[in-house]
């Protein structure tokens, strides 16, 4: 082993490469990134999201849902996206600095999510196409999330957030005097799929027109 030294130079080399690559060079790019308000007195943008919504964060991620959805809006005249309705501007690097996981996506094998709780703001429309997607968009190949609702033995009266079918459901109801309600982790998921919201502009990043 004459050329030891060489070796280990050669492997300090690719790995100091590598590290400025990826990480000096990014670091230096996006690492002084700040939420900025576009005019004096406004609430600097992005905001943080809290509460239920970051609770809902965690199982978007641990049911896979980022396997079939992207989180990222390609600007107007770059691919389809503006078309489709799921942006008004694109999104950029300062949109996900406060995201301790960013949850870009690589597939969209369903629609891109990053203005859902624009789009769809209703919170009975989510639980029902969880629970069953073809009720809410006939023909999906969403899966179902059954496992995110219980079924539980109607009380003094129905609660608020159990599940209404509409009057085609062609699938199985519950049994009479039972209902469907959606579980903790139902909650939190829909709080945070109502959280993702692109309504607000950037310097670098302007609703297009
Ligand atoms: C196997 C791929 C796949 C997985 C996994 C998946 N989805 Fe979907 N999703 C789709 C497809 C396809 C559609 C379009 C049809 C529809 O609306 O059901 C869709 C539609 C949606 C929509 C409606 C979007 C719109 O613009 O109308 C939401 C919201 C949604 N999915 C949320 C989720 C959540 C939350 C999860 C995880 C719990 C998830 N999806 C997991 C494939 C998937």
Redesign the pocket.
């Known amino acids: 082993m004459k050329n030891l030294p060489l070796l280990f130079l050669g492997i300090f080399f690719c790995l100091a490469f590598s590290w400025t690559g990826l990480i000096l060079s990014s670091e230096i790019q996006y690492g002084g990134l700040k939420p900025i308000a576009l005019e004096e007195g406004e609430t600097p943008q992005p905001q943080a999201i809290v509460g239920e919504a970051q609770q809902g964060r965690l199982i978007?991620i641990d049911?896979?849902?980022l396997?079939?959805?992207s989180q990222q809006v390609r600007r107007k005249g770059y691919g389809a996206d503006w078309e489709r309705g799921w942006g008004d501007r694109q999104t950029v690097p300062r949109d996900y600095i406060l995201q301790p996981r960013v949850l870009l996506g690589t597939s969209r094998?369903?629609?891109d999510?990053m203005t859902?709780g624009q789009?769809?703001p209703s919170t009975e429309w989510?639980y029902l196409?969880?629970y069953n997607?073809d009720i809410t968009?006939k023909g999906?190949?969403?899966?179902p999330?059954r496992y995110l609702f219980e079924t539980r033995e109607i009380g003094d009266a129905p609660s608020p957030d159990a599940l209404i079918f509409p009057d085609d459901y062609a699938y199985e109801r519950p049994p009479a005097g039972y209902e469907i309600v959606p579980t903790e982790r139902a909650r939190q998921?829909v709080a945070y799929?109502l959280s993702l919201k692109v309504d607000y502009e950037l310097p670098e990043s302007r609703f297009a027109e």
């Open positions: 978007y049911q896979g849902c396997y079939c959805h094998t369903g629609p999510l859902i789009r769809q989510h196409h969880l997607p968009s999906s190949i969403m899966p999330f998921l799929l």
